[in-house]
């Protein structure tokens, strides 16, 4: 523990020995006065949008509930204050589409989705948390003439939503927003709170605008009729110390309305706590900001998706039910299991250390009953250790305050939100010391918990899967199906078929958020390998339809998804594609028949760099070799905006040509802390191995060798680059050794590989060896790197 308490007139004083000749900083002196001014704080809350929660409804039930404790649950977890949803609009708002309940002025389904049960189950753990909509897009119906959904009948959509909240699911929305991030419109904001006023829902609070800047509070300044409009001003991602936010100044501050961050975050589970320390206590200071809401709640989202990890904690693993629990939800519990809405800021004590945001700050809230108070210091930018000297006055409690301290530097779960003992003040006085990286939280009231459960192990997705479609309610989204754009869902099969399909539904371009693209839907493991994916498609109307394997990401505002696509089109003509970002490539193509209405079967293999395709079961493609994708998802895409059917779709394995990993060791001549050699052969193309960078670079040639579990005939190796964008560490030349005892090592192989994230293929006279070791004698940057290295059999 590197917190030390002190504590007047206690028996037991915690003193740290200070070094000859160190000059400690002079503390930084708080009173914390009860009769203090300041704004009341509404909480800390998550935002589940873009599709960032999709997998977590099929998790195992257990499983799925330890999440939502962790999340929601009061005094167990991140006790989560404020549960923002997105009100889904059919297109992609970030990492997939979230289907909307009015396709069509008549199309009234309450039911699709899964924000509904999120914000059920969230009310259900704690009845007092608020709730909040806001759309992304909207149906292109609600205004055919323009994209934008500044119309009458897109107000007309958001109260249907909002009165089925409460009719279909007893759910009162606290909290209503415009568009997010794309501006207002003052006559529209106005509409909204008149219509919201004449259906009886005049308790919603409305904010504006949920985007980038302030023009909705200086716009508002100016105008009566929008400032009336609105009860909140709610901003994303705030610069605060760039827009004079200090003090008081600016239109934000002067048209009297409470200042949310109503976006904020978007940061990894397992690296973003840090910043969310320093926005939680510097919104306050530096910009009276009583409300933080985090993007995004959970990332439950498939690999290769963009903003990989950015949630409170990670659970995309529904067939293990494996869940992570990172630094993050226990640095938004250091706030919300301290204070609740409702308590008032204390304006004297929330300041920085010594005027350095980077230093540290500290914030004081007190109860409504002006008794009790809670405290909050951090130290995260912090450069040596910081002391506060602290001094309670004005009515507050000053008996005995209980501690809980998370240590950010610590990798370690037992470092994060521990119970420290009691601070007791003497006479209203203590000071605590803080090292670098630290969150302190001290109350007068007790009740916070470190709630604790052991989630399953990490594991692939097995294969076979098989879906067909067929044990669904109509209007239903199918297990572990990830909708990308458009929305997919159950419908009864037509073109001569019995039962029940997957239909792509929407037929109208919505008004988008962020771009276009065609409709896809995803489903697997990012970790899938060689395997055959095949599936019965029919298109109801001129278009085309793809099957889709190796999916590896989504790219630009057209949503490319990115991977190989097995296309077949009404005009007659196939293709085998290759996309990458906005690029396709025509790995084959030929002609066929395949007329709307009439149903088809597609299949994909993927063995190594090889790629075979079947339509109708004529195999048309053959061991075509192409390296761009080594692994990923599979799917079906769509052309815009089609009706298309699938039924029975299946991924089956095929057999490796690889060694298995299970046993092997794997060990490198350098590594940087956090990028170890193991990682070069976990399974996980999102790791890697890298030669140590700090503080200074090793120089090449460096190697990796893997010991195999017994001693096998191998016939080559397969080498996948980091997967993260960064060329650092490619491979660019390499030498590969083999030995029987470890000691006595045989050159086999040489050459130079394109410096790229290709998997790279490599065959070698086949050769019995227990040990496997590649030299990079050359890579980019200077370094050397690998994300997945695996063995052939010989």
Same mark, same amino acid.
């Given at each position: 523990?590197?917190?030390?308490?002190?504590?007047?007139?206690?028996?037991?004083?915690?003193?740290?020995?200070?070094?000859?000749?160190?000059?400690?900083?002079?503390?930084?002196?708080?009173?914390?006065?009860?009769?203090?001014?300041?704004?009341?704080?509404?909480?800390?809350?998550?935002?589940?949008?873009?599709?960032?929660?999709?997998?977590?409804?099929?998790?195992?039930?257990?499983?799925?509930?330890?999440?939502?404790?962790?999340?929601?649950?009061?005094?167990?977890?991140?006790?989560?204050?404020?549960?923002?949803?997105?009100?889904?609009?059919?297109?992609?708002?970030?990492?997939?589409?979230?289907?909307?309940?009015?396709? @069509?002025?008549?199309?009234?389904?309450?039911?699709?989705?899964?924000?509904?049960?999120?914000?059920?189950?969230?009310?259900?753990?704690?009845?007092?948390?608020?709730?909040?909509?806001?759309?992304?897009?909207?149906?292109?119906?609600?205004?055919?003439?323009?994209?934008?959904?500044?119309?009458?009948?897109?107000?007309?959509?958001?109260?249907?939503?909002?009165?089925?909240?409460?009719?279909?699911?007893?759910?009162?929305?606290?909290?209503?927003?415009?568009?997010?991030?794309?501006?207002?419109?003052?006559?529209?904001?106005?509409?909204?709170?008149?219509?919201?006023?004449?259906?009886?829902?005049?308790?919603?609070?409305?904010?504006?605008?949920?985007?980038?800047?302030?023009?909705?509070?200086?716009?508002?300044?100016?105008?009566?009729?929008?400032?009336?409009?609105?009860?909140?001003?709610?901003?994303?991602?705030?610069?605060?110390?760039?827009?004079?936010?200090?003090?008081?100044?600016?239109?934000?501050? @002067?048209?009297?309305?409470?200042?949310?961050?109503?976006?904020?975050?978007?940061?990894?589970?397992?690296?973003?706590?840090?910043?969310?320390?320093?926005?939680?206590?510097?919104?306050?200071?530096?910009?009276?900001?009583?409300?933080?809401?985090?993007?995004?709640?959970?990332?439950?989202?498939?690999?290769?998706?963009?903003?990989?990890?950015?949630?409170?904690?990670?659970?995309?693993?529904?067939?293990?039910?494996?869940?992570?629990?990172?630094?993050?939800?226990?640095?938004?519990?250091?706030?919300?299991?301290?204070?609740?809405?409702?308590?008032?800021?204390?304006?004297?004590?929330?300041?920085?250390?010594?005027?350095?945001?980077?230093?540290?700050?500290?914030?004081?809230?007190?109860?409504?009953?002006?008794?009790?108070?809670?405290?909050?210091?951090?130290?995260?930018?912090?450069?040596?250790?910081?002391?506060?000297? =602290?001094?309670?006055?004005?009515?507050?409690?000053?008996?005995?305050?209980? =501690?809980?301290? @998370?240590?950010?530097?610590?990798?370690?779960?037992?470092?994060?939100?521990?119970?420290?003992?009691?601070?007791?003040?003497?006479?209203?006085?203590?000071?605590?010391?803080?090292?670098?990286?630290?969150?302190?939280?001290?109350?007068?009231?007790?009740?916070?918990?470190?709630?604790?459960?052991?989630?399953?192990?990490?594991?692939?997705?097995?294969?076979?899967?098989?879906?067909?479609?067929?044990?669904?309610?109509?209007?239903?989204?199918?297990?572990?199906?990830?909708?990308?754009?458009?929305?997919?869902?159950?419908?009864?099969?037509?073109?001569?078929?019995?039962?029940?399909?997957?239909?792509?539904?929407?037929?109208?371009?919505?008004?988008?958020?962020?771009?276009?693209?065609?409709?896809?839907?995803?489903?697997?493991?990012?970790?899938?390998?060689?395997?055959?994916?095949?599936?019965?498609?029919?298109?109801?109307?001129?278009?085309?339809?793809?099957?889709?394997?190796?999916?590896?990401?989504?790219?630009?505002?057209?949503?490319?998804?990115?991977?190989?696509?097995?296309?077949?089109?009404?005009?007659?003509?196939?293709?085998?594609?290759?996309?990458?970002?906005?690029?396709?490539?025509?790995?084959?193509?030929?002609?066929?028949?395949?007329?709307?209405?009439?149903?088809?079967?597609?299949?994909?293999?993927?063995?190594?760099?090889?790629?075979?395709?079947?339509?109708?079961?004529?195999?048309?493609?053959?061991?075509?070799?192409?390296?761009?994708?080594?692994?990923?998802?599979?799917?079906?895409?769509?052309?815009?905006?089609?009706?298309?059917?699938?039924?029975?779709?299946?991924?089956?394995?095929?057999?490796?040509?690889?060694?298995?990993?299970?046993?092997?060791?794997?060990?490198?001549?350098?590594?940087?802390?956090?990028?170890?050699?193991?990682?070069?052969?976990?399974?996980?193309?999102?790791?890697?191995?890298?030669?140590?960078?700090?503080?200074?670079?090793?120089?090449?040639?460096?190697?990796?060798?893997?010991?195999?579990?017994?001693?096998?005939?191998?016939?080559?190796?397969?080498?996948?680059?980091?997967?993260?964008?960064?060329?650092?560490?490619?491979?660019?030349?390499?030498?590969?050794?083999?030995?029987?005892?470890?000691?006595?090592? @045989?050159?086999?192989?040489?050459?130079?590989?394109?410096?790229?994230?290709?998997?790279?293929?490599?065959?070698?006279?086949?050769?019995?060896?227990?040990?496997?070791?590649?030299?990079?004698?050359?890579?980019?940057?200077?370094?050397?790197?690998?994300?997945?290295?695996?063995?052939?059999?010989?």
């Amino acid at each position: 523990m590197r917190l030390r308490l002190f504590k007047a007139a206690v028996a037991a004083l915690c003193v740290k020995a200070i070094s000859v000749g160190a000059q400690p900083a002079p503390a930084t002196n708080i009173l914390v006065n009860g009769h203090d001014k300041g704004r009341i704080f509404h909480g800390i809350g998550a935002l589940s949008a873009g599709a960032s929660s999709r997998l977590l409804i099929d998790y195992p039930p257990t499983q799925r509930q330890q999440i939502l404790d962790y999340l929601f649950k009061p005094h167990f977890g991140a006790s989560l204050q404020i549960n923002k949803v997105e009100i889904g609009g059919d297109m992609n708002s970030t990492d997939g589409s979230e289907p909307s309940a009015q396709r @069509t002025p008549t199309d009234h389904n309450f039911h699709r989705g899964y924000e509904w049960w999120l914000m059920k189950q969230s009310k259900l753990l704690n009845p007092s948390i608020k709730l909040y909509g806001l759309e992304w897009g909207a149906p292109g119906w609600v205004n055919p003439y323009h994209q934008d959904p500044w119309t009458d009948r897109n107000i007309e959509t958001i109260i249907n939503w909002v009165k089925h909240a409460r009719k279909d699911y007893g759910l009162r929305i606290n909290y209503l927003g415009g568009w997010n991030e794309r501006g207002f419109n003052t006559g529209w904001y106005e509409a909204f709170r008149k219509s919201l006023d004449r259906a009886g829902l005049g308790s919603i609070q409305i904010i504006a605008d949920d985007s980038w800047a302030w023009n909705a509070a200086s716009a508002a300044a100016n105008d009566t009729k929008f400032r009336d409009s609105f009860n909140i001003v709610g901003v994303h991602y705030p610069a605060l110390t760039k827009l004079g936010m200090a003090g008081g100044e600016g239109p934000a501050f @002067t048209i009297g309305k409470p200042i949310w961050e109503s976006e904020m975050g978007s940061q990894p589970y397992d690296t973003g706590a840090p910043a969310l320390a320093q926005s939680f206590n510097e919104g306050y200071i530096s910009g009276r900001i009583t409300a933080y809401i985090n993007w995004s709640t959970i990332w439950s989202v498939y690999g290769g998706l963009p903003y990989k990890n950015d949630g409170l904690m990670l659970a995309n693993e529904p067939w293990s039910g494996h869940y992570v629990v990172g630094p993050s939800i226990w640095t938004v519990a250091q706030t919300t299991q301290f204070v609740q809405p409702g308590w008032q800021y204390l304006d004297g004590a929330c300041k920085y250390v010594h005027n350095d945001p980077q230093a540290g700050s500290c914030v004081a809230l007190k109860s409504p009953d002006g008794k009790d108070f809670s405290m909050i210091f951090e130290t995260i930018g912090a450069k040596s250790s910081v002391t506060f000297d =602290c001094s309670i006055a004005g009515g507050l409690r000053s008996n005995r305050l209980v =501690c809980r301290t @998370t240590n950010l530097k610590s990798l370690h779960p037992a470092d994060w939100f521990v119970r420290q003992p009691n601070i007791v003040p003497n006479n209203g006085h203590f000071t605590v010391t803080l090292q670098p990286g630290e969150i302190l939280s001290v109350s007068t009231l007790g009740g916070q918990h470190h709630g604790h459960f052991t989630a399953p192990p990490s594991r692939v997705l097995p294969l076979p899967f098989h879906e067909t479609f067929q044990n669904y309610p109509l209007g239903a989204t199918p297990h572990l199906f990830s909708d990308q754009q458009g929305t997919f869902d159950i419908a009864k099969a037509k073109g001569g078929r019995a039962g029940r399909c997957l239909r792509q539904e929407i037929t109208t371009s919505p008004i988008f958020w962020d771009g276009g693209g065609d409709p896809s839907t995803l489903v697997g493991d990012w970790r899938w390998r060689n395997y055959t994916v095949s599936s019965d498609v029919m298109l109801e109307q001129a278009g085309y339809v793809d099957l889709v394997g190796r999916m590896q990401s989504t790219y630009g505002v057209s949503n490319v998804i990115s991977g190989y696509h097995l296309r077949i089109a009404t005009n007659g003509k196939w293709q085998l594609l290759r996309l990458k970002r906005e690029k396709a490539t025509v790995l084959a193509a030929g002609t066929g028949r395949y007329p709307a209405g009439t149903w088809h079967h597609l299949a994909l293999r993927f063995s190594l760099d090889g790629i075979s395709a079947w339509i109708d079961g004529k195999n048309v493609v053959h061991q075509l070799h192409d390296d761009a994708y080594a692994s990923g998802l599979a799917g079906y895409q769509v052309s815009e905006w089609c009706h298309a059917e699938f039924q029975n779709f299946t991924v089956t394995a095929v057999k490796s040509q690889t060694i298995s990993l299970t046993g092997i060791k794997t060990t490198a001549t350098s590594f940087e802390p956090g990028y170890a050699a193991s990682f070069a052969t976990d399974g996980d193309a999102d790791t890697f191995w890298h030669t140590k960078y700090t503080p200074s670079p090793v120089q090449l040639p460096q190697s990796i060798t893997l010991e195999l579990s017994a001693p096998a005939k191998v016939a080559g190796l397969t080498y996948l680059p980091r997967q993260d964008g960064n060329h650092n560490g490619d491979i660019t030349q390499y030498v590969v050794a083999v030995s029987l005892d470890g000691h006595a090592f @045989t050159d086999i192989a040489s050459g130079a590989w394109p410096d790229n994230s290709s998997q790279k293929l490599l065959r070698f006279p086949p050769v019995t060896a227990k040990w496997i070791r590649i030299t990079a004698m050359a890579g980019s940057g200077g370094y050397a790197a690998a994300a997945e290295i695996n063995i052939l059999r010989g």
